[in-house]
């Protein structure tokens, strides 16, 4: 199947920098990407939809100044946390769509960011 | 408003037997996707199995079976033979084909397997 590969799968900083966190698509374009976010034993919620050469779509409540979305290519999408505070500790995770078929969304490995 | 629910929080099943994971819907679209992930302590997803709203037979991959009941707007997870490494949390999830795609997840399940 279809690989989305993305990095790092963890990362802890100081509050007030900035993380930036990768999703590529490897073997496969993707024009479209989603990227959740996931509190501790809770479910994955859709933070922004990430369209290739297209500002991203956010959803509601979600600053799109704190996070910042890039899709620059088929094959990269970027999430970058800006002036992180202990609250955006989270697990972060993208989803890629090929349209070899629409049975599947491909799922990264995800990203554990810890602010301290 | 679209709404997945799993109101199964957590569920214990003896190995070798099977379990079955409950998700209903709430939707007035017609053409949707129904999608079950499993999730294991390191966080990856992965994809279990899929039904498309106008399949007719229910699908099925391997020991995981999807039962779909349309009309009930469930789409219940069993999976058969449950073996230890079954133990993770299950997500079943939603895609609105008139909602940019993007997968809507229930609260998920912990499923827990006894030896």
């Known amino acids: 199947g279809a690989v989305v590969s993305q990095h790092p799968s963890w990362v802890i900083c100081k509050s007030g920098t900035s993380v930036k966190i990768e999703c590529r698509s490897l073997?496969?374009?993707?024009?479209?990407m989603f990227w959740y976010r996931q509190f501790p034993k809770q479910s994955l919620m859709l933070m922004a939809t990430?369209?290739?050469?297209?500002?991203?779509?956010?959803e509601q409540g979600v600053e799109k100044d704190k996070f910042l979305i890039n899709h620059a290519s088929l094959t990269l999408s970027t999430l970058t946390v800006t002036s992180a505070h202990p609250e955006d500790s989270s697990f972060y995770i993208c989803?890629?769509?090929?349209?070899?078929?629409?049975?599947?969304?491909?799922f990264g490995q995800g990203t554990r960011l810890t602010v301290v | 408003a679209q709404k997945i629910t799993q109101t199964q929080p957590g569920m214990f099943v003896q190995e070798k037997e099977a379990v079955t994971l409950d998700c209903t819907y709430d939707?007035?679209?017609?053409?949707?996707?129904l999608f079950w992930y499993k999730q294991p302590s390191s966080g990856e997803m992965i994809f279990l199995i899929y039904?498309?709203?106008?399949?007719?037979q229910n699908a099925t991959e391997g020991r995981y079976s999807l039962n779909f009941q349309k009309a009930r707007k469930s789409a219940n997870l069993v999976i058969s033979a449950s073996q230890l490494g079954d133990s993770a949390m299950y997500f079943c999830?939603?895609?609105?084909?008139?909602?940019?795609?993007?997968?809507?997840f229930g609260g998920g399940t912990r499923l827990m397997v006894k030896p």
């Open positions: 939707t007035s679209d017609q053409s949707y996707g």
């Open positions: 039904q498309g709203s106008y399949d007719e």
């Open positions: 073997d496969f374009q993707a024009t479209t």
């Open positions: 990430s369209n290739e050469g297209s500002k991203a779509t956010y």
């Open positions: 989803s890629a769509r090929t349209y070899r078929g629409n049975t599947e969304a491909f």
């Open positions: 999830a939603m895609r609105f084909d008139n909602a940019g795609n993007m997968l809507t």
